[in-house]
């Protein structure tokens, strides 16, 4: 197809590109040939001639770089078959989504016939020469997800000069959604294994397997596998489909069409199916000893060893000691409220060590609640200003015009921390209730902070309740906290709860950020980096 295309041409477009293949040229030999019958302008050949050539010269020497300089980035697709030799598909896991707070845990690659494993603690910094070798990169989202997570991780680390992400390549046929919806539409299917896994859930096996899972481990790379080669069914689907679709109707007569594609046309029109060493990953762990062996369909991958693996352990007991040298007391109350008394709020009291975690409905029996604690500090989950120029909630209001965001929740959304605007209308009644409430506390001589469980977990890397709530519970309690719960199980609103309060003993212990502004106050979130609770 490369040598077919023409859209490297100063001045040519699809158009262009489409009227010389109508006139039976069809290729770069025979544009060259045809040049002067084809354009009257002395100049204009000797321009086409030069590049012409040059092209000719950038495919010898395989220099995918002249291309990707020269033909639009949504054109790359052209290059793929090319230089498939030097395509390599990846694919990556991380702690979480926020590329601020997150970090790779395993990239993955396959270059059509080996696949690569690069593991965190272990070689991952491998991946820095690995992809030296390679001009054309495959990925799913890469350019807004994985390459970013490279980049900040090895800032000199060279990409590949042609980044073809499928998610876009996808769409453009008329394909779209998640990775595994876009598989199942194209009838790819995975080991059943692995076939509930999505990327959310990755990050909980990552901590599964530092916390001694080695089965959470093998179905984390099983999934990453399964991940990089079906990119390039998928980018195998989608080149053939592109032909199909985009170049043959454009050419009527069959013997252009046969002439331009050769044998493979026949292939095309009939549905292309693409071919792949790996169809689904068997992957083993051989656990003896202090290293772990892994191995995919009886192959061996790589070797990580156990003790380089690093553990991040935050401790209660680290904290208290903190907020006990500033002279402050351990005792927060975490509330996770609702938008409305008739929905029961989660209301944490914590203590010391000690967790009593309630289910509230009424102000007033949350009042009631605090005042029997009598906290060092309340910290609310839910939005407690608003933004600089509103004077409330209602979208009817003139103050409208400032609009339904404060600086925290952009500064949030900056860092990859998914945040809903305080003044949505889903989320006005909830800022309403949690500013009343506030204006009460404060009233009584109490000190409130807001917090937001969902940034506190990303950044301690916990997963967020929708992903698996247990497993959060797990991670909270390993803190060395004691619960007292009113039911079991526990809900996730009192999980909130005390995640709330957690955020209460980081701004006692002085271990926090707060971010926003003086207009429109401060959100307070954990800051490991000036911490010592690890």
């Keep these: 197809m490369l040598q077919n295309t023409f859209l490297f041409l100063p001045g040519i477009g699809k158009k ?67 230089f498939l030799d030097t395509t390599v598909f990846l694919d990556i896991e991380t702690t979480g989504l926020s590329t601020y707070y997150d970090v790779i845990t395993v990239i993955g690659t396959y270059d059509g016939k080996n696949t690569e494993l690069f593991v965190k603690d272990n070689n991952l910094e491998e991946i820095q020469d690995y992809l030296e070798q ?38 453009s046929i008329g394909i779209s959604g998640p990775l595994k919806v876009v598989e199942k539409k194209m009838n790819i299917a995975r080991d059943a294994d692995i076939t509930d896994i999505d990327g959310r859930e990755a990050a909980v096996l990552w901590s599964r397997f530092v916390k001694g899972d080695d089965d959470a481990l093998r179905d984390l790379i099983a999934y990453n596998i399964s991940d990089t080669v079906n990119l390039k069914k998928l980018m195998d689907i989608c080149y053939a489909t592109k032909i199909k679709r985009e170049i043959l109707p454009k050419l009527q007569n069959t013997t252009i069409q046969q002439t331009l594609f050769g044998p493979s046309r026949r292939e095309l029109l009939g549905g292309y199916q693409p071919k792949t060493e790996i169809v689904n990953p068997d992957v083993a762990i051989n656990s003896k000893g202090p290293a772990l062996e892994i191995f995919c369909n009886n192959k061996r991958l790589l070797s990580i060893q156990r003790k380089r693996i690093q553990k991040t352990e935050i401790k209660i007991t680290n904290l208290l000691g903190r907020i006990e040298s500033h002279d402050r007391k351990p005792l927060c109350v975490g509330i996770d409220l609702t938008g409305s008394e008739r929905r029961a709020s989660g209301v944490c ?38 933004p600089e120029g509103r004077c409330c909630v209602s979208d009817d209001c003139g103050c409208r015009q400032f609009g339904i965001m404060r600086e925290c929740e952009r500064i949030l959304k900056r860092r990859g921390i998914n945040v809903y605007p305080c003044l949505i209308q889903s989320m006005q009644r909830l800022t309403q209730r949690g500013i009343y409430l506030t204006e009460t506390f404060e009233d009584a001589g109490y000190e409130v902070i807001e917090s937001y469980p969902g940034a506190a977990q990303d950044i301690l890397r916990f997963p967020r309740k929708r992903i698996d709530l247990r497993e959060l519970e797990s991670d909270l309690m390993d803190m060395g906290v004691t619960p007292h719960c009113d039911r079991d199980p526990i809900t996730h609103d ?5 995640t709330s309060a957690l955020v209460g003993y980081f701004f006692l212990a002085k271990q926090y950020e707060a971010i926003g502004n003086v207009e429109e106050g401060y959100l307070i979130i954990p800051d490991l980096e000036r911490s010592d609770v690890k």
């Design 16 to 82: 262009s590109e489409e009227d010389l293949w109508i006139n039976d040229i069809l290729d770069w030999d025979q544009l060259i040939l045809s040049l002067d019958r084809k354009y009257t302008s002395k100049t204009r050949q000797d321009i086409f001639r030069d590049h012409l050539f040059s092209a000719q010269e950038a495919l010898r020497k395989r220099d995918v770089s002249y291309f990707a300089e020269r033909i639009p980035q949504n054109q790359y697709w052209r290059l793929y078959k090319d």
């Design 134 to 171: 390679f001009e054309i990169l495959v990925t799913f989202n890469g350019k807004l997800f994985d390459v970013p997570f490279i980049q900040r991780t090895f800032p000199k680390i060279r990409i590949p000069p042609v980044h073809i992400d499928l998610r876009f390549l996808l769409k």
């Design 349 to 386: 009291v914590l203590s010391g060590k000690h967790v009593d975690l309630r289910l509230i409905k009424s102000d007033e029996d949350i009042i009631r609640t605090v005042e029997r604690a009598e906290p060092e500090i309340i910290s609310i989950d839910s939005p407690l200003s608003l």
């Design 494 to 498: 009192q999980i909130d709860a005390l």
